[in-house]
């Protein structure tokens, strides 16, 4: 049974730090693209940041660059995102995924409030 379950999410004052991290279980978790999306109610899902299998190439949003990391760990089956200097406009539902040639898996999500 393929699971991907995220965990890190609340309320944090802008400027501060969350670390987001996404459990994954029922496939062979180094072999997919890992990937951070954010949606925010009545708009589409945007896609944060991207790591390859390895680990060793990162891609990410515009508005997140210099402010978040994507990482993973393949010997927990663990994908992480680090999100530091957060603003308002960071507020959404983060939601892990996992991508193959074949199959696309999500993580039902947490939420990011971030808010004075």
């Known amino acids: 049974q393929v699971q991907l379950v995220e965990s890190g999410g609340g309320l944090v004052q802008p400027g501060g730090s969350l670390r987001l991290s996404c459990a994954a279980s029922g496939f062979t978790f180094s072999t997919y693209v890992m990937n951070w999306y954010r949606q925010v109610p009545g708009k589409e899902r945007e896609l944060v940041a991207r790591i390859t299998r390895s680990g060793g190439s990162t891609n990410y949003a515009d508005s997140v660059k210099g402010r978040f990391t994507i990482s993973r760990d393949n010997a927990k089956n663990t994908v992480y995102l680090q999100m530091n200097s957060l603003k308002p406009e960071d507020t959404a539902v983060y939601y892990c995924?996992?991508?193959?040639?074949?199959?696309?898996?999500w993580g039902k999500g947490t939420l990011v409030t971030v808010s004075s």
């Open positions: 995924n996992a991508l193959s040639n074949i199959v696309n898996y």
